[in-house]
């Protein structure tokens, strides 16, 4: 395994025993974030989901720097990197980490089918833009740190 992925998957509280296959994508996602955490709680949880690597952005040792990642940048957006290493923010990065997701694959497919994600980003990016302004607390989301 190499060194780059055991920070990786130590950052992300993972074994090194993981499949040392590459992730079939990357998540970036604020863990402090109790509406966040939620969601992804709930993908994590699904087939498909052991093929992710699933990173806490809100955590101190989260390896951003290593992807080339701000921590500001990273708390903007939800950010999804591909197995070719091409990053997907917004609803892009929901419609790549869905196309991983059983039960989701269809969606994922259908909203490019119908070329729906590029209003659906714009949607995601005034939700971004709330729940950065808002701030978290036990039931709401944001970062407001």
């Known amino acids: 395994m ?17 499949d040392a296959a590459a992730p079939a994508a990357t998540v970036f996602y604020d ?5 966040c955490r939620r969601e992804i709680a ?45 990053w997907q923010t917004g609803a892009f990065g929901f419609a790549e980490l869905w196309s991983h997701l059983s039960g989701y694959r269809w969606l994922a497919r259908a909203l490019s089918l119908l070329r729906l994600l590029p209003l659906l980003d714009r949607v ?8 950065l302004r808002r701030g978290c607390d036990e039931r709401t989301c944001g970062s407001g740190r």
Request: hydrophobic share 45%; with cysteine; proline share 3%.
């Open 2 to 18: 190499s060194e780059f992925r055991s920070k990786a998957l130590a950052a992300a509280g993972l074994a090194e025993s993981v």
């Open 31 to 35: 863990g402090a974030c109790p509406l």
């Open 42 to 86: 709930h993908y994590r949880r699904l087939r498909g989901a052991e093929r992710v690597l699933w990173i806490d952005i809100a955590r101190a040792d989260a390896p951003l720097a290593t992807y080339g990642l701000s921590r500001e940048l990273a708390m903007a957006r939800l950010h999804v990197r591909d197995t070719a290493g091409h």
């Open 124 to 131: 995601y990016a005034s939700f971004a833009r709330w729940r």
